[in-house]
Structure formats: structure tokens, C-alpha cells
């Protein structure tokens, strides 16, 4: 079964950066798109951001567009956020999963335990 382990939250000001993983056991990333998701509690999980299995095509929220960057690396079966000009609104726990290109919508039914990211004003 594959485990999804998301890593590199914590607290940073308004304007900061951060980089988030997302490490993929029990299976290959090979073939699959990939994408990164938020949940503020009490709201439904929003997309973020997907990369395809080649990391040739990305697609972003237009709420994160121009200050995140998704990427990918197979061979370590990792997937990466690199988040710049953080703003509070983007607090959040944030998730990867295996995405459906044409929807961007969640493709594997386990999540990780996520990781959260705060951004303080």
C-alpha cells in the first residue's frame, strides 16, 4: 500500500519561503501525475498545484500562481512545493496525492498526515 509522508512545514512570517516534500513509500511515483493539496480546518481540502509524471506540464491554483513552485524528483520517489512570498491566507495543512490530469482531483484514497504551515502576519 503506498504511504504518503509530507514534511517541511512550520511557522514563517508574511513574505517567507518554505519547502515542502513529499516522500512516496510502498510504490513508484512513475506514471503518475502528482499534486499538492490544502485543508484549513473546518473547510473542504482545496487543490494547490500538480506536476505531470514528467514534471514537463505543472497547473496551479490561481491563489498560489507565480509564488509556488511544484516539482518532482522520480528517482527518489519525492515530490517538492517550494513556496515563496508566503501570505497568512496560505495556512494551512498541506497534502500531496496522485492526481487525475483532467480534474486535478485526488487519485489515491490514503493521505499522509499532512504538514502544516503557518504564516504569521
Known amino acids: 500500500q503506498v504511504q504518503l509522508v509530507e514534511s517541511g512545514g512550520g511557522l514563517v512570517q508574511a513574505g517567507g519561503s518554505l519547502r515542502l516534500s513529499c516522500a512516496v513509500s510502498?510504490?513508484?511515483?512513475?506514471?503518475?501525475?502528482m499534486g499538492w493539496f490544502r485543508r484549513v480546518p473546518g473547510t473542504e481540502r482545496e487543490f494547490v498545484a500538480r506536476i505531470s509524471w514528467k514534471g514537463g506540464s505543472t497547473k496551479y491554483a490561481d491563489s498560489v500562481k507565480g509564488r509556488f513552485t511544484v516539482s518532482r524528483d522520480n528517482a527518489k520517489n519525492t515530490v517538492y512545493l517550494q513556496m515563496d512570498s508566503l501570505k497568512p491566507e496560505d495556512t494551512a495543512v498541506y497534502y500531496c496525492?496522485?492526481?487525475?490530469?483532467?480534474?486535478?482531483?485526488?487519485?489515491?484514497?490514503?493521505w499522509g498526515q499532512g504538514t502544516q504551515v503557518t504564516v504569521s502576519s
Open positions: 510502498g510504490g513508484t511515483l512513475s506514471g503518475y501525475a
Open positions: 496525492n496522485a492526481v487525475f490530469v483532467s480534474s486535478s482531483r485526488p487519485q489515491w484514497d490514503s
